[in-house]
């Protein structure tokens, strides 16, 4: 028996007995990779607390550098289970 979470989410743990008592694992946002593409700028998460799936980041460019958008964000169009997101 195995625990599976949805698309952009991750399994912390496997299940256990502590105590007696059964603990059954829990699911957490996973990580977007930033792109080591994204040159003369940054992302800013900071509202989500980094580049969490689920978040809308700011895209900031240096100066004398224009965003191609105002912002990106960390989803995934897969169906699998814990399929990882991207920007």
Do not use: H, I, M
Not at 8 to 37: H, N, Y
Not at 44 to 72: I, N, W
């Amino acid at each position: 028996c195995a625990a599976r979470c949805l698309p952009g989410w991750k399994v912390d743990d496997l299940f256990r007995c502590q105590q007696g008592q059964f603990q059954a694992p829990s699911c957490w946002r996973q990580e977007c990779e930033v792109s080591s593409a994204l040159s003369n700028g940054r992302l800013d998460c900071e509202e989500y607390g980094g580049p969490f799936f689920g978040a809308t980041c700011k895209l900031l460019c240096r100066a004398g550098f224009v965003p191609s958008g105002l912002q990106s964000n960390c989803s995934t169009e897969s169906t699998l289970p814990e399929a990882a997101p991207t920007f």
